[in-house]
T-cell receptor, first 109, second 115 residues
């Protein structure tokens, strides 16, 4: 079983819809990252959080440490949000970073 | 603007060739990482370095070596490239000087094809 699981693996939605991507993990962590990867390769860090909630523009990330779960929300989704979204956790012991396999999001105009 | 720069976006090499992938960061970060990314497998750690001249094996180090002679540069070396090393290679860096950040910065990736 993977230590970091993301759902869904693929998501297609219409422009304007509210999007939720989920991440569950099974190890103790010191931080959780949400990353975005557009076609062509480059990965951009969206959020790093260890508790609570963070907001940046139309993106919101939440984490529940007790339940070992995080969500990434996109409000008023737009075709330019189409990308792969990756959840990654930094282990509390040893500092190793473990990546989920990503969620491929496609927003239709 | 912070930057992680990988030397080549696309490379095509032949089986048995020696391949160098270079990564440079301008943020004075202590930590640098090399990952490969394959469809269905996500990002897998090959090697990482916490300081100059220090290196640690990641999850899939076989067939690879690394070099970190200067703080800003972390090189990945394929001594004898094989077709199963065809992949997207991503370099990343982070700082541990401020434990509240530790944000990861990635390069644009190097897509290697071994024929």
């Amino acid at each position: 079983k993977n230590e970091v699981e993301q759902s869904p693996q693929n998501l297609t939605a219409q422009e304007g819809e509210f999007i939720t991507i989920n991440c569950s993990y099974s190890v103790g962590i010191s931080a959780l990252h949400w990353l975005q990867q557009h076609p062509g390769g480059g990965i951009v860090s969206l959020f790093m959080l260890s508790s609570g909630k963070k907001k940046h523009g139309r993106l919101i990330a939440t984490i529940n440490i007790q339940e070992k779960h995080s969500s990434l929300h996109i409000t008023a989704s737009h075709p330019r949000d189409s990308a792969v979204y990756i959840c990654a956790v930094r282990r509390a012991i040893g500092d190793k970073i473990i990546f989920g396999k990503g969620t491929r999001l496609h927003i239709l105009p | 603007d912070v930057k992680v720069t990988q030397s080549s976006r696309y490379l095509v090499k032949r089986t048995g060739e020696k391949v160098f992938l270079e990564c440079v960061q301008d943020m004075d970060h202590e930590n640098m990482f090399w990952y490969r990314q394959d469809p269905g497998l996500g990002l897998r750690l090959i090697y990482f370095s916490y300081d100059v001249k220090m290196k640690e094996k990641g999850d899939i180090p076989e067939g690879y070596s690394v070099s970190r002679e200067k703080k800003e540069r972390f090189s990945l070396i394929l001594e004898s490239a094989s077709t199963n090393q065809t992949s997207m290679y991503l370099c990343a860096s982070s700082s541990t000087s401020d434990r509240d950040t530790g944000e990861l910065f990635f390069g644009e990736g190097s897509r290697l094809t071994v024929l």
